[in-house]
């Protein structure tokens, strides 16, 4: 069973940063393709990053250049780094373990997901 839980959302104005971070076990992060997907009510949900066992990261084109994703096994701890945050970037962010292809396509499909943090940018 995965358990995964979000943190670190919050309210930001255009330009600024934060740093998610999602808890889950050391199991997970390195036997799992870890990753971030978004979601606004009433639109798909929409692929943000991956990172694999290895540690190699992709990105949608959408936050290339400006998000960052990380892992950190000994806390097991999953992050997603956000700089340059517009407002096109307000959506409830989820960690999701991917057992399918390791891309942001294929994250948003995964059933291993936690409950979300919401990221609002003004």
């Known amino acids: 069973h995965v358990q995964l839980v979000e943190s670190g959302g919050g309210s930001v104005q255009a330009g600024g940063s934060l740093r998610l971070s999602c808890v889950s076990s050391?199991?997970?992060?390195?036997?799992?393709?870890m990753g971030w997907f978004r979601q606004v009510p009433g639109k798909e949900r929409e692929g943000v990053a991956v990172?694999?066992?290895?540690?190699?990261?992709r990105y949608a084109d959408s936050v290339k250049g400006r998000f960052t994703s990380s892992k950190d096994n000994r806390k097991s701890t999953l992050y997603l780094q956000m700089n340059s945050l517009t407002p096109e970037d307000t959506a409830m962010y989820y960690c999701?373990?991917?057992?399918?292809?390791?891309?942001?396509?294929?994250?948003?499909?995964?059933?291993?997901r936690g409950q979300g943090t919401q990221v609002t940018v003004s």
């Open positions: 050391q199991h997970t992060l390195k036997h799992f393709c």
């Open positions: 990172i694999d066992r290895a540690g190699n990261t």
């Open positions: 999701a373990a991917d057992t399918s292809r390791c891309l942001p396509s294929s994250v948003v499909r995964s059933d291993h």
